[in-house]
């Protein structure tokens, strides 16, 4: 079983930055990947950002230059640094891991951006 817990979140203008991070616990060795997604209202899920074993993340492309994601393997946690907030990034964010093949969800994080 693994269970993820989210961290950060929250309002903040338009400019400002916001960091999440997710702590992954369980019975494992180490996640096979870890990542973002996000859903607006009235929209579909999206992935964000992910990372595997190595340093480099992958971004959509509307994220591309001001989020960055990084993991610490020690810790199972990923980190996720959103830098020039702009009133679209407005969701509610959701932490992933995979393991074997099988993704698990963390509770989920409101994120508001205001103009």
């Known amino acids: 079983q693994v269970q993820l817990v989210e961290l950060g979140g929250g309002s903040v203008q338009a400019g400002g930055s916001l960091r999440l991070s997710c702590a992954a616990s369980g019975t494992f060795y180490s996640m096979d990947s870890m990542g973002w997604h996000r859903q607006a209202p009235g929209k579909q899920r999206e992935l964000v950002a992910d990372?595997?074993?190595?340093?480099?993340?992958n971004y959509v492309d509307s994220v591309k230059g001001r989020f960055v994601i990084s993991r610490d393997p020690a810790k199972n946690t990923v980190y996720l640094q959103m830098n020039s907030l702009k009133p679209e990034d407005t969701a509610v964010y959701y932490c992933?891991?995979?393991?074997?093949?099988?993704?698990?969800w963390g509770q989920g994080t409101q994120v508001i951006v205001s103009s």
């Open positions: 992933h891991a995979v393991l074997f093949g099988t993704y698990y």
């Open positions: 990372i595997a074993t190595s340093t480099l993340g």
